[in-house]
């Protein structure tokens, strides 16, 4: 069975500090998707980021970045200075490659940005 | 380009009626999925529609079912409301479908049964 662990249900920083949000993920497939998106307050995802497993490659986004870690099946995202506009609740997900699976969305970490 | 709208917005219904709520994906997008979220289970994979047929279906009961019309707006409908039922419901839309594309998300329509 696929799973997604986000195991920080809630995280505080001061404004301007760097924060990794953590995402571990179970899949027996070799082909699968992974994804992060944010929800604002207003309650509309917005889409982060999608990465394949095939491409490891970290990717940097402005303030933005991801470490994917195929050996120890982890999809961490970092915030770099941030802002009081990145307080939301953000989401790992994974989709495998088969036509019956379904995405799994982590539970969430809540992301308070204290000015 | 507008974004994904939903309707409506809000809804107040009691157990054991049906409600339908409506979702217009972007233009252009043909696949349109349905999540529920709630705070106990997190949100949750309903079904997904692309060019009018149901490509994939979460474990909910028979109670959730939906539909796509031939210009790619979506429809689900849940009969028999339980007060479990209360929920935030999410319609994404997406150029391709299968689900390992992204997803726009629409507002969402919160449901309550009271």
């Known amino acids: 069975a696929q799973k997604v662990t986000q195991a920080q249900t809630e995280i505080s920083v001061v404004e301007k500090e760097d924060v990794t949000l953590d995402c571990v993920y179970e899949t027996r497939d070799t082909t699968y998707y992974l994804f992060w998106y944010k929800q604002p307050p207003s309650g509309e995802l917005v889409f982060l980021i999608r990465?394949?497993?095939?491409?490891?490659q970290n990717e940097i986004s402005g303030r933005y970045s991801w470490n994917f870690q195929k050996s120890t099946s982890s999809f961490n995202f970092t915030i770099t200075a941030s802002q009081v506009v990145d307080s939301a609740v953000y989401f790992c997900?994974?989709?495998?490659?088969?036509?019956?699976?379904?995405?799994?969305f982590g539970k969430g970490t809540r992301l308070h940005i204290l000015p | 380009k507008a974004g994904v709208t939903q309707t409506p917005r809000y809804l107040i219904k009691t157990r054991g009626q049906q409600v339908t709520l409506s979702c217009s994906p972007i233009?252009?997008?043909?696949?349109v999925s349905w999540y529920q979220q709630t705070p106990g289970q997190g949100l949750q994979f309903l079904f997904e529609?692309?060019?009018?047929?149901?490509?994939n279906k979460g474990n909910f009961p028979g109670r959730f079912s939906g539909r796509q019309f031939s210009n790619s707006r979506s429809e689900m409908n849940v009969s028999t409301l339980e007060l479990g039922d209360s929920a935030l419901y999410l319609c994404a839309s997406s150029p391709q479908g299968q689900g390992i594309y992204e997803q726009y998300f629409g507002p969402g329509t919160r449901l309550t049964v009271t």
């Open positions: 529609y692309f060019s009018e047929t149901q490509r």
């Open positions: 233009s252009g997008h043909r696949s």
């Open positions: 997900a994974l989709r495998g490659s088969n036509r019956d699976d379904k995405i799994i």
């Open positions: 990465r394949n497993s095939f491409d490891e």
